[in-house]
C-alpha cells in the first residue's frame, strides 16, 4: 500500500502507478478528500518498498497481508474524514445506508403475471429491491431451470418483464449470473447483478461481472470461511469495482444426523465480516433456513446481528412456485417481517450510538 502526501500531484501520483506496473502488479488509486491511496493488486513482494518511500510525493510504503485488503477497515481507516461503512447507492435506495435494505421477490421469474403480482405485493409490504432468479442453479437437470434456459429470446423477454416491473413499482431490480456467456446480456436489463453461493470461487466471473461497473451482490458458499468469502469479494474489488454487497446465506455443518434447516444460518457472520470491512452484508434467510415457518425469527435475529438488509423469497401463493415454495412467504407477513426488523434496528442503533458516545 502506498499512502501519498496531502499536497502530492498528479503527477507524482501517475509516476507511482507507472512504477507499480514496472514490477508486474496493478494500482488501485482511491482518492479521499485530503489524501490519495495506492493499493497494489498482486504479489507484493516483488515491490521493493524502500524504493516506493523516497519517490517524489509519498508519505509511506508499506506491505499489507491481508488476502482481502482492498475491502478491509484498514484500507477505509485511512480515509477518516469518509464513512466508516460504504454505502451503495441504486437508485434512490442506499445500502449500508442508517436503514435496513429489504430484498424481496420470487425465487424464479415463471411469468410476466406472477412476477408483477409479486412485484406489487412486496412494494406495498415495503420491500426496496425486487429479486427474481431467470438463470436458475439447480442440483437436477429434470427440474425447471429458469426461463434462461429457453435460450436467449426466452431469457430477454424473462428479463425485460424484470425490468419493466421494476419500473412500474419503483424498485431496482437484482437477478442472478451464472455464467459469464451470461453477463453482458443481463447487464442490459438490471441494476444489481447477483453471484450465488455455487460460483463464489469463479474468479473469471466475478472479474468479468466488476467490469460491468454496477454493484454486485456476492453470496458466501456453503462451504467457504469468512476470510475466504472476503478473499473472493476482493477479486472483484481488483478490477476497480467496489459497489460490492455481501451476503450470507447459511453453510454446510459437517455431524451427522438431519439440521431441520436446509443450510446452518451463520449468524455470527454477519457482525465478525462488519468487524472486517467497509462493505455492507446482507442475510438471506429464505435460503439459509429453507423453512417458511423460520422467515420471521430469523429475520429478526439477523437485523439484530447486525445486517445491512434482508433478502427474502416471496410470492403470494408458495404453494404454486415451481422453485423453493417452501421457504417462500406471502406479502403480508413480508411486510410483518419488515416492520418487526425496523423496530429491531432503531433500537440496535441507538444502543450502540451510547456505546459509542460513552
Ligand atoms: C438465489 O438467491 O436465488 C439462490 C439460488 O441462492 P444461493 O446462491 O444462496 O443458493
Ligand atoms: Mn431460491
Not at 517524489?56 to 474524514?81: C, H, N
Not at 415463471?110 to 436458475?136: D, P, S, T, V
Not at 455431524?255 to 457472520?269: V, W
Request: glycine share 8%; with cysteine; charged share 25%.
Amino acid at each position: 500500500m502506498i499512502i501519498m502526501k496531502a499536497e502530492a500531484t498528479e503527477k507524482e501520483i501517475a509516476n507511482v502507478v507507472k512504477e507499480i506496473k514496472k514490477y508486474g502488479l496493478k494500482a488501485d488509486v482511491s482518492r479521499g478528500e485530503f489524501r490519495t491511496v495506492i493499493g497494489l493488486v498482486g504479489d507484493e513482494r516483488k515491490i521493493p518498498f524502500s524504493h516506493f518511500a523516497v519517490l517524489p510525493g509519498v508519505k509511506e510504503a508499506m506491505m499489507v497481508e491481508t488476502p482481502y485488503k482492498l475491502i478491509s477497515k484498514e484500507y477505509s481507516k485511512l480515509f477518516p474524514e469518509e464513512s466508516e461503512y460504504r454505502i451503495i447507492q441504486v437508485g434512490n435506495i442506499s445500502i449500508g445506508g442508517d436503514e435496513p435494505v429489504f430484498i424481496a421477490g420470487p425465487c424464479a421469474v415463471e411469468n410476466r403475471q406472477q412476477l408483477f403480482k409479486i412485484a406489487e405485493g412486496i412494494k406495498k409490504a415495503g420491500a426496496h429491491i425486487l429479486r427474481g432468479g431467470i438463470f436458475k442453479p439447480r442440483s437436477s437437470v429434470h427440474s425447471f431451470q429458469g426461463l434462461g434456459a429457453n435460450g436467449r429470446e426466452g431469457a430477454e423477454e424473462a428479463l425485460s418483464w424484470l425490468h419493466e416491473a421494476g419500473k412500474r413499482f419503483e424498485m431496482p431490480v437484482i437477478t442472478e449470473v451464472r455464467g459469464e456467456m451470461q453477463v453482458d446480456l443481463i447487464a442490459e436489463y438490471v441494476d444489481i447483478l447477483q453471484i450465488g453461493a455455487r460460483n463464489m470461487y469463479d474468479q473469471d466471473l466475478l472479474g468479468s461481472v466488476a467490469r460491468k461497473n454496477k454493484p454486485v451482490l456476492l453470496k458466501r458458499h456453503f462451504g467457504a470461511g469468512i476470510e475466504e468469502f472476503l478473499s473472493f469479494a476482493e477479486y472483484i474489488a481488483a478490477e476497480g469495482n467496489k459497489d460490492i454487497i455481501l451476503c450470507e446465506r447459511g453453510i454446510i455443518p459437517v455431524g451427522k444426523g438431519r439440521s431441520y434447516t436446509r443450510y446452518t444460518f451463520d449468524l455470527a457472520a454477519i457482525p465478525a465480516i462488519q468487524k472486517e470491512t467497509y462493505l455492507p452484508i446482507l442475510a438471506d434467510p429464505s435460503h439459509a433456513t429453507g423453512r417458511r415457518d423460520l422467515i420471521f425469527n430469523t429475520s429478526c435475529a439477523a437485523i439484530a446481528a447486525g445486517a445491512r438488509g434482508l433478502m427474502i423469497e416471496t410470492h403470494y401463493k408458495p404453494a404454486e412456485a415451481l422453485v423453493d415454495g417452501q421457504q417462500m412467504i406471502t406479502p403480508d407477513e413480508l411486510k410483518d417481517v419488515i416492520e418487526a426488523c425496523q423496530r429491531i434496528h432503531r433500537m440496535i442503533v441507538s444502543t450502540n450510538n451510547k456505546h459509542e458516545s460513552a
